[in-house]
């Protein structure tokens, strides 16, 4: 198990080095990252001091290990447009970017889930043409027109929830389920296949004929087994909650880190998106690497792949 | 349906009824035909520019198509061709490419394509280099596998056996083999690069205006919900209706290919 871990761990370091890699080029095949860091309007004398500050008269060996050493200090620089620290931009928007994440991966789990389960044990009927036609809709619809088509029913129609903004509950409901539309469909998809695939196996069929309830078959063998595709897929919708963010934000005007990378984007605010996208790598990774670490915990043949 | 959409997609220019991107002021925000207020003239109403919704939705077809199909070719190529040598060489380059392929998978693939556009400004090179990049680690993934499993039969080694050349081998009797999970694989990443396109286009850094695109015509349509609807439903019902009938199609693909996953 600790030859597993070590394994996974150096592998997601190296992702993460492959990461700040691609940045630290991306940086400098855009031209003089200088400029894009001070803007267009910046004086001679503020460009040759971040020059100098950031080491970029130094042969490129020297300068790529010292953007490591600025990194792993945490010490991104100021937001162009805001001039200040981008780490305490970015601490700001952070708590909300979390809880629409939270939020959506729950929907996900507490919908996605049962509906898979539902629709494998009822195999063939009504309800499980019925819940997949659902799930079949989900994931063919981009969450940005979702969310656009709840705001027009639930705030501009009926006018029960605010189309925009955080604070209540009632803020965080649309957002919420524009993001997990795709999370609870494809959950839903891949738990009923994957509970049907152990529903023809061997040992279930032995559970049964050893006179066993169905319900103990059901819980005990069925979906312990059925569980472990379910919880690998869980570590990718973690990172496509992260990722879909950016664009529910935007929609709902949701004051979280989506918003603050669009920005950023549109306004070349080079620290910004350096920052934001290391971040969302590092967390990925390590949500990635947790996943694996459970994966491995239960289904112990992992490990030695 | 996706003939539907292929038809106008490739027809854009002969069928839309009004120039997509001609400006008529006078006649901006009108209704639907449906509505009583709406004409004959602008079936689909038209836009904050008089421009007629309709054209613009099919000439967003062909963007989209274009787009789509353009990021799964590139895809493909690279992909399969990475993943048929790392499966067929092993050793280091096959360590290499399923790092990369491992690292592309474990970031958010939305994440680095903002930050290419941050770094090289948005423009249609940039985003046709996003989705060439975006899904051909699924591909090379896949075909890695394949090749892998392929080189295991009788008949790879009883070529080998015969004297045929590495070449020959790869392209008689792997590449053949390993096609049909490819294609289907590529009707799934089609619909993912159309809405990896209509996502970036609706924040505003996909394609460009005039050019019309579905995620712009929504993005632009979400002002004028309280009085003009349609000019966000339109163009959403047309992504919701190209991502489906592609998946349907690419879920009959696959169950007339490999009939023991029918029904899963």
């Known amino acids: 198990m600790l030859q597993f871990t070590l394994r996974r761990f150096i592998r997601g370091l190296l992702t993460l080095w492959v990461v700040v890699t691609l940045v630290f080029f991306g940086l400098r095949l855009s031209g003089d990252p200088v400029f894009l860091m001070l803007g267009d309007e910046a004086s001679p004398e503020a460009i040759t001091a971040l020059r100098s500050q950031l080491g970029l008269d130094e042969p490129l060996p020297v300068q790529y290990l010292r953007y490591f050493q600025t990194v792993a200090q945490g010490d991104f620089g100021n937001s162009l447009r805001e001039r200040r620290p981008v780490t305490e931009i970015v601490a700001e928007r952070l708590p909300a970017t979390a809880e629409l994440a939270a939020a959506a991966i729950m929907i996900s789990i507490v919908f996605g889930i049962p509906m898979g389960i539902f629709a494998a044990l009822r195999r063939n009927t009504a309800i499980d043409r019925g819940l997949m036609a659902v799930a079949f809709f989900g994931q063919s619809a981009p969450g940005f027109f979702i969310g656009i088509m709840l705001i027009l029913v639930f705030s501009m129609q009926l006018q029960i929830l605010p189309s925009s903004g955080r604070g209540t509950w009632q803020h965080l409901l649309m957002p919420a389920i524009a993001l997990s539309t795709y999370g609870v469909a494809s959950l839903a998809r891949l738990t009923r296949s994957a509970t049907l695939e152990v529903l023809s196996k061997d040992y279930v069929r032995t559970a049964r004929a050893k006179g066993l309830k169905e319900s103990v078959v059901q819980m005990r063998h069925v979906l312990r087994n059925a569980a472990i595709p379910v919880i690998t897929v869980l570590g990718l919708q973690i990172g496509l909650a992260i990722s879909g963010s950016i664009v529910i934000e935007t929609v709902f005007a949701w004051p979280g880190m989506g918003r603050l990378i669009i920005g950023a984007v549109s306004n070349r605010d080079y620290p910004v998106i350096q920052m934001a996208v290391l971040l969302i790598a590092v967390s990925v990774v390590t949500i990635n690497f947790i996943i694996d670490i459970l994966y491995g915990v239960i289904d112990p043949r992992i490990r030695y792949r | ?264």
């Open chain 2, 1 to 264: 349906m996706a003939t539907l959409m292929v038809f106008a997609a490739l027809a854009a220019p002969l069928i839309s009824p009004h120039d997509p991107v001609s400006q008529t002021l006078v006649s901006r925000l009108q209704p639907t035909a449906l509505h009583s207020e709406g004409s004959s003239e602008y079936l689909l109403g038209t836009d904050q520019l008089g421009r007629d919704v309709l054209s613009r939705v099919i000439h967003g077809a062909r963007v989209s198509l274009g787009i789509g199909l353009f990021g799964m070719v590139v895809g493909l190529i690279i992909g399969s061709t990475l993943g048929i040598l790392a499966g067929f060489t092993r050793g280091f380059f096959e360590d290499v490419v399923m790092f990369m392929v491992d690292v592309q998978l474990a970031l958010p693939f939305i994440i680095m394509a903002l930050a290419a556009i941050a770094i090289f400004g948005p423009s249609l090179p940039v985003l046709l280099v996003i989705v060439g990049i975006a899904g051909w680690e699924g591909f090379a993934r896949v075909s890695r596998g394949m090749v892998l499993s392929t080189t295991e039969n009788a008949y790879v080694e009883a070529a080998r056996a015969l004297g045929a050349s590495k070449f020959r081998i790869v392209m008689k009797h792997i590449v053949p083999n390993i096609t049909a999970p490819l294609i289907v694989l590529a009707t799934l990443n089609l619909t993912s690069i159309i809405l990896l396109e209509s996502t970036l286009s609706f924040l505003g850094i996909g394609v460009q205006p005039p050019m019309a695109s579905w995620g712009r015509m929504i993005a632009e349509g979400r002002d004028y919900l309280n009085t003009a609807w349609w000019l966000a439903v339109v163009p959403g019902a047309a992504i919701m209706m190209i991502t489906m009938s592609i998946s349907l199609f690419g879920d009959w693909l696959r169950d007339a290919l490999d009939p023991t996953l029918r029904g899963r």
